[in-house]
């Protein structure tokens, strides 16, 4: 078993130990349901309304009516939730002062900071992977595209693993597990916030600068069926500079 494995292992132990990652899964899963029937029940009276005004079937584009609302509301749970999953990640281990222990042990910081991070975005592909049992029922009722549907799984799996990689970096900076949440919370938030301040800025080269740096326009795109590799790229060079800056803060921590 190589470092990271060893890493991996160690922390879905601790995940799946604590009662934490169930009570989040729970609510993640049950708001996320509600929000989906909420959505069907409203393409379904939508669609009842036509019936009546023009005696005719009704086809409803549901990827418009429903997915794509859905995967933005999604999003916003997400920026609650995740920081919730990734608090303990290095808090906990600094506040229990077994953080020198790993430090002083034959793995290195890159093992370290990877294999936390993998172990954290293997338990949010496992939920993400139980809210795909919604299109999948929804498709023995109705039919509807799935290309918008597959690149909007692919935005909300790109879009949580960028706020998985802020909050690994907040977790490495303090030993409070709550001062962690609220610190992942508030860059992820800030970034959100880039993208409506780039909005009133206008199309100016600073509107534009601060677009791209936010998050919001890159996942609009790609949840509604667009898929730009500038986007792609957007969200793995985030995801990487996160981790280079997560790998700083545990490598400093070490000299200290």
């Known amino acids: 078993m190589t470092p990271v494995q060893t890493i991996v292992a160690k922390e879905l132990r601790s995940f799946f130990v604590s009662p934490v990652v169930y009570v989040i899964a729970a609510i993640f899963l049950a708001i996320v349901g509600l929000l989906a029937y909420w959505a069907v029940a409203n393409a379904s009276n939508q ?18 009516m429903l997915f794509r609302p859905l995967f933005r509301s999604m999003n916003l749970i997400l920026m609650i939730i995740l920081p919730l999953l990734t608090m303990r990640l290095f808090a906990e281990e600094r506040k229990l002062r077994t953080f020198e222990l ?52 692919m935005a ?18 303090t030993e409070n597990q709550i001062i962690a949440a609220f610190l992942s919370f508030g860059f992820i938030l800030g970034l ?19 677009s791209y740096v936010s998050f919001t ?10 898929l730009n590799l500038k986007d792609i790229f957007y969200y793995l060079s985030g995801i990487a500079f996160m981790w280079f800056a997560a790998h700083q803060a545990v490598d400093a921590y070490r000299w200290k």
């Open 47 to 64: 669609a009842l309304r036509l019936m009546q005004i023009q005696n005719t079937y009704a086809q409803l584009n549901l990827n418009d």
């Open 102 to 153: 790993l430090l002083t042990s034959p793995i290195g910081v890159n093992e370290i900071v990877s294999g936390k991070f993998m172990s954290v975005l293997m338990v949010y592909a496992g939920l993400l992977s139980l809210t795909g049992l919604i299109p999948i029922t929804l498709s023995a009722y109705a039919t509807f595209d799935w290309r918008p549907i597959y690149l909007g799984y």
């Open 217 to 226: 326009e890159h996942y609009e795109r790609m949840i509604r069926g667009l």
């Open 156 to 173: 909300l799996f790109l879009q949580g693993s960028l706020m998985l990689a802020i909050g690994l970096f907040a977790s490495a900076l």
């Open 192 to 210: 959100w916030m880039l993208g409506a301040l780039g909005t009133v800025v206008g199309d100016t080269t600073i509107g534009q600068i601060l």
